[in-house]
């Protein structure tokens, strides 16, 4: 039988949130007999929804009707969307569904039905610490392509949809059936899941004097040990203080944020090609190169000697016949 594939959106959802993944799993039902999904396109009350973009979308009333996999879209109606406890009480219901995933802002409702809650979870970026302020007991990881936390997938802004249904498709259907969507829509198939939203750690915006002073210490001293005890004295708080302050403004604990800067600052060097691998990894702060590869994959979804193989391929003039 065809898995149902629910889209759930509401008045100012965003376009691509939708059209993207919907595109994914169409082009992989496009070629096989019988099709594998059947697509539903959903909303609180039917008919005619608005995007952001003013664009109307004809949808389904949400009923009781058993879906396999609920993707829940974001975008700027996602505040007053908030304000429905029949939408709420219709993702609770869905929980019971093989899946459930957001993209974007999609999260925000996942959270409020009580999805996320103990789960780890990924937004955009630039929503990520209103996510982890607004609900403690997710685990947001801001710098996340998506996230599978057991039936309970989410993923970053708009086109991450895409990397999304590409995994889901790839564990229903296989990776050569996941390929050949990418090779269809023209995606890379496909970022993988932990690569990073990202590049710049000033991205993470934090509102007071102390945090940023916390911050600008760590990129000033990452050849040292740089433990919460020492970052804390450098944003004159009690180490308590300020792992909760950094938390809140910044979506990101302490020591997930020294290891970003540690990668960013090894990544230039990596790419250049001039220095040993170890010699780099010691430079910034990692105690050993296994860290510093670990980090990269958390980071940019690749190892540093990967990186580097590929800046050098780049970097090699084309052979002509």
């Not at 879209?73 to 939408?87: D, K």
């Not at 004097?209 to 916390?214: G, L």
């Not at 210490?217 to 944003?235: K, W």
Request: contains cysteine; aromatic residues 6%; proline residues 7%.
């Amino acid at each position: 039988m065809a898995r149902t594939i629910g889209f759930l959106v509401f008045p100012g959802f965003n376009i691509l949130d939708l059209s993207g993944p919907l595109a994914a799993f169409d082009t992989a039902s496009r070629d096989l007999t019988p099709p594998p999904y059947r697509l539903r396109v959903i909303s609180e009350r039917g008919g005619a929804v608005a995007s952001s973009a003013g664009l109307p979308v004809l949808t389904e009333p949400v009923d009781t009707e058993p879906l396999d996999t609920l993707v829940v879209a974001g975008g700027r109606g996602v505040t007053q969307a908030l304000e429905s406890a029949p939408l709420l009480a219709f993702i609770r219901q869905a929980a019971r569904a093989r899946r459930v995933t957001s993209v974007c802002t999609g999260a925000f409702l996942l959270a409020a039905a009580g999805l996320l809650d103990g789960r780890r979870a990924t937004t955009h970026w630039l929503q990520a610490a209103a996510l982890q302020r607004l609900h403690p007991q997710v685990w947001v990881e801001m710098d996340r392509i998506f996230i599978q936390d057991g039936p309970v997938w989410s993923s970053a802004g708009v086109t991450a949809g895409i990397d999304l249904a590409l995994a889901l498709i790839e564990q229903d259907l296989g990776v050569d059936a996941a390929r050949a969507v990418a090779r269809t829509l023209v995606v890379y198939h496909r970022r993988p899941g932990g690569q990073s939203q990202f590049s710049a750690l000033l991205d993470l915006a934090p509102a007071t004097d102390r945090i940023q002073a916390a911050l600008s210490f760590a990129r000033e001293h990452l050849r040292e040990s740089l433990p919460v005890d020492r970052l804390a004295e450098a944003a004159c708080l009690s180490p308590r203080q300020f792992g909760r302050a950094f938390l809140a403004e910044t979506g990101q604990t302490p020591a997930k944020a020294v290891e970003r800067l540690r990668a960013e600052a090894a990544r230039p060097r990596i790419e250049d090609g001039a220095e040993p691998i170890e010699a780099i990894a010691r430079g910034v702060g990692f105690s050993d190169p296994e860290r510093m590869r670990r980090a990269f994959l958390r980071c940019f979804g690749q190892p540093p000697q990967a990186m580097r193989r590929g800046r050098r391929a780049a970097a090699a003039p084309a052979m002509h016949p």
